[in-house]
């Protein structure tokens, strides 16, 4: 041992605790930790290297983390290891239990060796236990000689260790021993590997005198935060069952700074499914309100600081949490309206601060950079606290108690935080409409706030009720804010007729409740129903929460004519009942894009959000979203329908049959998009084999009558066709079909319209005459208006059509790479992950595992993926055109599928991906 560590010592044993101080070196790298409660450890292979390389040396490890970081696991995973190696190791855990006057942690000691004896065990192991217990007394260290016996007992205690192996003694929780340095000082006196653990924060609170862990440890490792994909296998495995891919960041999300810290990851998981916030939904374990974000456990450590700083502490919080902004500045006008020392309040966010609940920049702004936090310090009611602590604010402004005159910005502010908890104050309104007027170009969701409060505060009768309400409504449409339009027209109803003609209100009404997803409710409608002239804009509401009738452009035009901005019901020149759903953009062209905002939460905002995820190739989170709107309100309406149909498609393009037809049992047979139905059905029909299914379900709705077929039936009727198109023109196709398929898709384009229903007359059209310019068109129209799955196809038209493919390939390569990647990090059901394939073969007969195409036979199949022919192919490979065309067959016959075209899809798409050479 260095003589000046047992200098150090012995001054310390002396009671003169003055330490030389040592450089430490520290090891900084994350890696991942296992769940707790006896699971050994995943990661952490850095930390773990370091500290098993010191197995035998007398070297002292200090592994040092933020609680939850994982230290307790990775010393249980170093004890599970040693032990292995020999006998001579014992773990001591400290905590406050152990007494203030018992410096070298004694009974801790003896404890320890206690429940190592069958291990470690013999008579005078006996005899030197007695020992140490005999002299743990308080007047054991009130003096120099006394203490000296004690250390000398430990000395020999710890030696008993080292008399046939390398002896090692692992500390849990050094932080919480009366003195860490004394406490490691016996077990390094005798040469034991010692490995503890302390808490990062462990010694703030500690009295000056006490020795840092860089004046005694030979080495410190750091546990730093875990990345975010290691924090969401850790997720994945605690729920010990397949997880909606939206739960993981939802709590990292929620989590903030304490996202990488596994601990608390692990006991806010633990803490949503004990209390129910978890529902399975389609075989995966989701958040049952995806809106709510998770909360910290009630016993985490912050929460318990935060109630720790009592209630100026919970509501300098509450108000921080949420106001949006809170600063320095203004604790003066807090600490005046809660009638509280101004003094005791900055103590009290020095501490919020301190502890991690608040952050404050360097403008002296605060903010919670915790969400999880705030539900957890402010459930449900508690949290109105904050509208109290605004309303005394606000009445303080208003009573001009502070020595400068109020900033009417301010002022206008707390009345609007305050909500209902300010009672009716008619002489606020004037202030409200001038701070809405004076905001209202810069900062219109400012203005329509002061606005709803303006409102709040009218008297009955007053004339300036139905002047706000009519600046009101059409500016939260126009701010995109639905719920506060729901709310305003409820209030507005309740009005008894003040306000806006009841047309425009019911009108408004059915908008709302469109866009956040819930009916009109009763009393709204009760109140509304009389007048015939509401009588269009309830219907179109209650028709959309049927969910079976077609959304047509005519019928949101007749319900919220009253709101266009002529008041005409004449149709826009691009609103048309064409082959695409997109009810944002519907509402956008009937009330002009300069009045509609578009929504940002909501299902109509959630539905434009899996529409262009589609069609960007971003495949992986639509399973996820699809089920997060499921579970976020009545899932009857027509965008649930299409999403269903949507997430049918990706889950069969993934391989997952089971999943897709489960999504097209609940879009049913009745569904408002017949069509789009139809092109789900058939992709899963082909992929499973049943060829003549697929061609039967795509004929039956080419087949109906040209007059039945608009509105919500048009819709993916151009999808429809280039995937009739592509199953006719392949091998064992009816390719004299195709020119009726062509006549037919151009009939259908000329009178509905659309770009989907233009490509696919257009691929119909170079199927049935091998016209390649056609497929040239069509590319061109996709690239500017379609979806990567369905560009991909029209390239693979040219391709099939052309002289020199290679290039059409290429870009058909390309797009399919992108999909394959975001469809590759989706996560396969278990069935298919065990069969190898990722994520799916063209049919049953191929789920043979990896190497299902032996041979030559895979390298070929991805040759014609590339667009070779079989006489290229054999040159490529260096073999004959008849082994080619035998290997060939044999692929066909493995992976079910039909024709070279349906093989250069699949291989396009990644279904044969792990069957294929990685070349």
């Not at 009738?549 to 008041?567: K, T, W, Y």
């Amino acid at each position: 041992m260095d003589p000046r560590r047992v200098a150090g010592l012995n001054q310390m044993l002396t009671g003169r605790v003055c330490p030389a101080k040592r450089a430490d070196t520290r090891v900084r790298k994350a890696g991942a930790v296992a769940l707790r409660g006896g699971r050994a450890v995943s990661g952490r292979d850095t930390e773990l290297s370091a500290v098993h390389e010191a197995y035998g040396r007398p070297l002292l490890f200090i592994v040092r983390g933020q609680v939850g970081m994982g230290k307790t696991t990775l010393l249980r995973e170093v004890h599970r290891t040693w032990r292995r190696r020999g006998p001579g190791i014992v773990r001591i855990k400290c905590s406050a239990a152990i007494p203030r006057w018992d410096l070298f942690g004694a009974r801790a000691v003896v404890k320890a060796f206690s429940d190592s004896f069958p291990d470690v065990g013999n008579s005078s192991l006996s005899d030197a236990m007695a020992a140490v217990n005999r002299l743990c007394l308080p007047e054991s260290y009130g003096s120099a000689r006394a203490r000296s016996a004690l250390f000398a007992e430990l000395v020999g205690l710890f030696a008993h260790l080292t008399e046939n192996a390398p002896g090692a003694v692992l500390i849990d929780d050094l932080h919480a021993a009366p003195d860490p340095a004394l406490v490691v000082a016996a077990a390094h006196r005798v040469g034991c590997t010692v490995v503890a653990t302390y808490r990062e924060d462990g010694w703030a609170a500690r009295p000056t005198s006490s020795a840092s862990p860089r004046t005694f440890a030979d080495r410190i490792i750091d546990l730093s935060p875990l990345p975010d994909d290691q924090i969401d296998d850790l997720v994945k495995v605690a729920a010990r069952e397949p997880l909606d891919q939206a739960v993981a960041p939802a709590l990292r999300a929620a989590l903030g700074p304490l996202a990488g810290n596994p601990g608390t990851v692990l006991d806010t998981f633990e803490a949503l499914r004990r209390k129910g916030h978890l529902v399975r939904f389609q075989g995966h374990l989701c958040l049952r309100e995806p809106a709510a974000g998770p909360a910290l456990p009630d016993d985490h450590a912050l929460v318990r600081q935060v109630a720790e700083c009592g209630a100026t502490g919970r509501q300098l919080f509450a108000i921080t949490a949420l106001s949006g902004r809170f600063a320095m500045d203004d604790l003066p006008d807090f600490a005046a309206a809660t009638d509280r020392a101004l003094a005791a309040c900055g103590h009290t966010v020095d501490r919020l601060v301190a502890v991690g609940a608040l952050a404050c920049d360097d403008h002296g702004v605060l903010r919670v950079s915790c969400p999880a936090l705030v539900p957890a310090v402010l459930p449900g009611p508690a949290r109105d606290e904050a509208a109290e602590v605004h309303r005394a604010l606000a009445e303080h402004h208003l009573r001009g108690d502070g020595t400068a005159a109020p900033d009417p910005t301010a002022t206008s502010d707390h009345i609007v935080l305050a909500g209902s908890a300010l009672p009716s104050t008619p002489s606020v309104v004037p202030l409200l409409e001038r701070e809405a007027v004076l905001s209202l170009g810069t900062f219109p969701v400012r203005a329509a706030r002061r606005y709803r409060a303006a409102l709040r505060h009218c008297e009955p009768g007053d004339t300036a009720y139905s002047r706000i309400l009519a600046v009101l409504l059409p500016l939260l449409v126009r701010t995109g804010d639905y719920e506060g339009l729901a709310e305003t027209v409820a209030e507005g109803a309740r009005a008894d007729g003040r306000g806006p003609q009841q047309a425009e209100l019911a009108a408004y009404a059915a908008l709302a409740a469109v866009h956040t997803g819930r009916p009109v409710p009763a009393p709204v409608r009760e109140t509304l129903a009389d007048d015939p002239q509401t009588r269009g804009a309830l219907e179109f509401a209650d028709g959309w929460f049927t969910g079976r009738e077609p959304l047509r452009a005519s019928q949101v035009l007749s319900a919220f004519a009253c709101l266009h901005p002529d008041g005409t019901d004449t149709a826009p020149t691009d609103v048309t009942d064409n082959d695409c759903f997109d009810p944002v953009a519907l509402f956008g062209q009937v009330l002009g894009t300069a009045a509609y905002g578009e929504p940002v939460t909501g299902p109509l905002a959630a539905y434009a959000r899996i529409m262009r995820d589609y069609r960007d190739g971003n495949w992986a989170g639509i399973p996820s979203r699809a089920r997060t709107l499921e579970l976020a309100g009545p899932p009857c309406t027509p965008v649930h329908h299409a999403v269903r149909l949507i997430a049918a498609e990706v889950h069969s393009t993934m391989g997952d049959y089971e999943g897709s037809a489960a999504w097209l049992e609940s879009a049913g047979h009745d569904c408002p998009f017949p069509a789009l139905w139809a092109w789900a059905s058939m992709g899963l029909a082909y992929r499973t084999g049943e060829w003549e299914r697929a061609r039967k379900l795509g004929w039956s709705r080419c087949d109906e009558p040209g007059e039945r077929i608009g509105g919500g039936s048009a819709v993916g009727f151009g999808r429809l066709l280039i995937r009739l198109a592509f199953t006719e023109w392949g091998e064992g196709g009816r390719r004299e079909l195709l020119p009726r398929l062509c006549t037919e898709a151009e009939r259908w384009y000329s009178r509905l319209g659309g770009m989907e229903l233009k490509a696919a007359a257009l691929i119909t059209r170079a199927f049935a005459e091998r016209d390649i310019g056609s497929a040239i068109a069509a590319v061109d129209v996709l690239r500017v208006h379609g979806g990567r799955s369905e560009l991909l196809r029209a390239c693979m038209t040219v391709a099939f059509l052309a002289d020199d493919p290679r290039p059409w390939h290429q870009e058909a390569h390309a797009i399919a790479r992108g999909l394959g990647d975001s469809l590759h990090r989706t996560a396969m059901p278990e069935s298919m992950g065990a069969s190898g394939l990722a994520p799916a073969t063209c049919d049953d007969t191929a789920r043979s595992g990896p190497a299902a195409l032996s041979g030559l036979e895979g390298p070929i199949a991805a040759l014609v993926g590339r667009g070779l022919t079989n006489r290229q192919i054999a040159r490529e490979l260096q073999v004959s055109v008849k082994t080619v065309e035998n290997n060939l067959t044999q692929v066909f016959a493995k992976t079910g599928c039909r024709s070279r075209l349906d093989l250069a899809l699949a291989v396009m798409e990644g279904r044969l991906t792990s069957i294929l050479p990685r070349s």
